[in-house]
C-alpha cells in the first residue's frame, strides 16, 4: 500500500501500549493506514505494572491502583471490556494514618487528596498542635503569590498552611507518591491544582471546599468508584487485555530487544526517516518514533540528534525504591492493622516510607485467614537501604513494622521487588525544562517523547500521555507540519 505509514513505539510500559493503541483509534479517525511496531528490552510487557498470583495471594509489585478521579483510566478499561473487574477498596470503619511522634493517628476524611473536608475529625485527629492547627487556618487570609516563578512543594504548603500541617500531613502523602524530596519537588509539575485555587480562590482551603460543594452537587453516572479503584485478578490483567486487542489490531511486538542506536535521513523538507538499531543486529526504519522509555534511556538515543535535547532528559533524576509483600496468619496481627495502612514523615526518620494493609484494602487479596502487608521502602534521600540483600532489607523493614505497630509475628510469605532508578523525579524547574526539550528536538517532526518522566506520574497520566502523543504521530503523517 504506498499510502501506509510506519510507526515505532520504544518501551513497552503502560505508556507505550496506550500510545500503541491510541495509534490505531487516531489512524482509523484521520483514514491512514498504520503498520506499528512495539519494541522493549523486556521480554514481559507491562513495565512496572506486574501482578504475582502465588496460591491464593495477589501480590502487586509496582503500583497497585490507579485514580478514579482521572478519567483515562476507566476509559481504558471500558473500552477493554474490564469494567466489570473493576473494584473499590473495602468499606473500613478506619482509612489511613500517619505515623508520628512515637504512635497512629488516623488521618481526617479527605486529607488523602489534602485538604480535610470536615474541621472535627482534623482536630481529633492529634496530628497538630492548636498552633499547628491555627496556622493552617491561615490559608484563609494568607495572600496569594503573584509571582508565576516556580515554587518548590514544601515553600508551598509551608507558606499556605504552615510547617507543622506540611511536615506531618501533606509531606508524607506526596513522598508516598512519588517517593521524592519535598524541598526539590514542583509544586507546578507535581501538584498544579493547588496553584490554581490559590490564584482563583486566594486559599487553597477555600477552594478545595467550593470544589468539593461543586463536585457533590453534581449527577454521575455510571457506578460508584472510590478514589483508587483496582482489577480483581490485579493490574496486569489492564496489560494482557491491551495486548491481546493490539495484537488483533495487527500490531507487531519484539520483546527482548534493546534499542542500541537511532539515526536519521530526510528526502524531503521538514520529513524524516528513523532507522532504530536493534541489539540483535536488526533494524526497523520507519516515519514516525514515539520513545517510551525512560528519560535517562532516551536521552542516550536523541543525543546524537540534538545534545542539547539529550542533556535537558539526562536533569531529570530518578529515584530507586522497592516494595515488600509479607503475608501473615491473621490471629497473630489482630488488633495491630486496621484501614488501609499509614504512611512515614520524612521527619521521623525512618526507614519505612509506607505500608499498606493490602488485604483489607482491597478485596481478594488474601484468604480470609492470612493478612497481606505491603511495604515501601527508598526514594529520594533514603535510598542506602537498597544497598541491603533481601534477608537484611527484609529484616529492617520488619523491626519497623514491630516498632510502628506492633507486628511481631513471622510472615509466612515474603516478597522483594526492587525498582531501580523507576520513579522520576519533577524537580523545580521541570515543565521549563520539558518546554527547552520540546524546543530542541522540534525540527525532528514525527519523533515524540511520552512516559512518566514528563506530564503525571500515575497510570491515566501515562494513558493520557500516550494518547496525546499518539493523535500527535498521526497529525504529522497526515501532513501537518506542527
Keep these: 500500500m504506498s499510502n501506509l505509514r510506519t510507526v515505532a513505539v520504544i518501551g513497552g510500559g503502560i505508556s507505550g501500549l496506550s500510545t500503541a493503541y491510541a495509534l490505531h483509534e487516531w489512524a482509523a479517525a484521520a483514514g491512514i493506514s498504520i503498520r506499528c511496531t512495539v519494541v522493549d528490552a523486556s521480554p514481559v510487557w507491562g513495565g512496572k505494572i506486574v501482578t504475582h498470583q502465588v496460591g491464593d495471594l495477589v501480590t502487586e509489585a509496582g503500583p497497585d491502583s490507579f485514580l478514579s478521579q482521572k478519567p483515562a483510566g476507566l476509559e481504558l478499561c471500558d473500552k477493554l471490556g474490564l ?26 476524611e479527605g486529607l488523602v487528596v ?23 487556618g491561615l490559608d484563609l487570609a494568607v495572600p496569594a503569590k503573584r509571582s508565576p516563578e516556580d515554587e518548590s512543594l514544601a515553600a508551598f504548603f509551608r507558606r499556605r498552611v504552615g510547617r507543622q500541617a506540611f511536615e506531618r500531613m501533606l509531606e508524607p502523602l506526596m513522598a508516598g507518591i512519588y517517593a521524592g524530596d519535598a524541598e526539590q519537588m514542583s509544586v507546578q509539575a507535581t501538584f498544579p491544582r493547588f496553584v490554581e485555587l490559590e490564584q482563583q480562590y486566594g486559599s487553597v482551603i477555600r477552594g478545595m471546599m467550593t470544589a468539593r460543594k461543586a ?15 483496582s482489577l480483581k485478578n490485579g493490574l496486569s490483567d489492564l496489560v494482557a487485555a491491551l495486548v491481546h486487542r493490539l495484537t488483533d489490531q495487527g500490531i507487531t511486538f519484539r520483546g527482548g530487544c534493546a534499542v542500541d542506536a537511532l539515526r536519521v535521513r530526510s528526502h524531503q523538507l521538514g520529513r524524516w526517516t528513523y532507522d532504530v538499531i ?25 543525543r546524537p540528534l540534538t545534545p542539547i535535547a539529550g542533556g535537558l532528559l539526562e536533569m531529570i533524576p530518578y529515584a530507586s525504591t522497592a516494595t515488600i509483600a509479607m503475608a501473615y496468619p491473621r490471629a497473630a496481627v489482630s488488633g495491630a492493622a486496621e484501614g488501609f495502612g499509614f504512611v512515614v514523615p520524612r521527619a521521623e526518620g525512618r526507614d519505612l516510607i509506607a505500608a499498606t494493609w493490602t488485604s483489607l484494602k482491597w478485596p481478594h487479596r488474601a484468604p480470609p485467614d492470612q493478612l497481606l502487608i505491603r511495604c515501601y521502602v527508598g526514594g529520594v534521600g ?15 523493614v520488619r523491626a519497623e513494622l514491630a516498632s510502628m505497630c506492633g507486628v511481631t509475628a513471622e510472615p509466612g510469605y515474603v516478597e522483594v521487588n526492587r525498582w531501580m532508578k523507576a520513579m522520576p523525579q519533577y524537580t523545580l524547574g521541570h515543565l521549563e525544562r520539558l518546554n527547552q526539550i520540546e524546543a530542541a528536538l522540534s525540527r525532528y517532526g514525527g519523533l515524540v517523547l511520552t512516559g512518566a ?5 500515575g497510570i491515566p497520566d501515562c494513558i493520557r500521555d500516550g494518547a496525546i502523543a499518539a493523535e500527535r504521530v498521526v497529525r504529522y503523517l497526515s501532513g501537518e507540519r506542527s
Design 382 to 396: 533514603r535510598e542506602a537501604i537498597l544497598q541491603l540483600d533481601d534477608q537484611a532489607l527484609v529484616a529492617r
Design 278 to 302: 536493534l541489539n540483535d543486529g536488526s533494524a526497523l526504519s520507519v516515519d514516525s518514533l514515539v520513545l517510551a522509555t525512560p528519560a535517562y534511556v532516551s536521552a542516550e538515543l536523541v
Design 453 to 457: 518522566g514528563y506530564r503525571g506520574v
Design 215 to 229: 463536585s457533590s452537587s453534581a449527577k454521575h453516572s455510571g457506578p460508584k468508584r472510590t478514589m483508587f479503584v
Design 114 to 136: 489534602i485538604v480535610p473536608g470536615q474541621l472535627g475529625p482534623f482536630l481529633r485527629s492529634g496530628l497538630l498542635s492548636w498552633a499547628g492547627i491555627a496556622r493552617m
Design 83 to 108: 469494567s466489570n473487574q473493576l473494584i473499590n477498596t473495602n468499606e473500613t470503619s478506619k482509612r489511613a494514618c500517619v505515623y508520628s511522634r512515637g504512635r497512629l493517628h488516623e488521618l481526617p
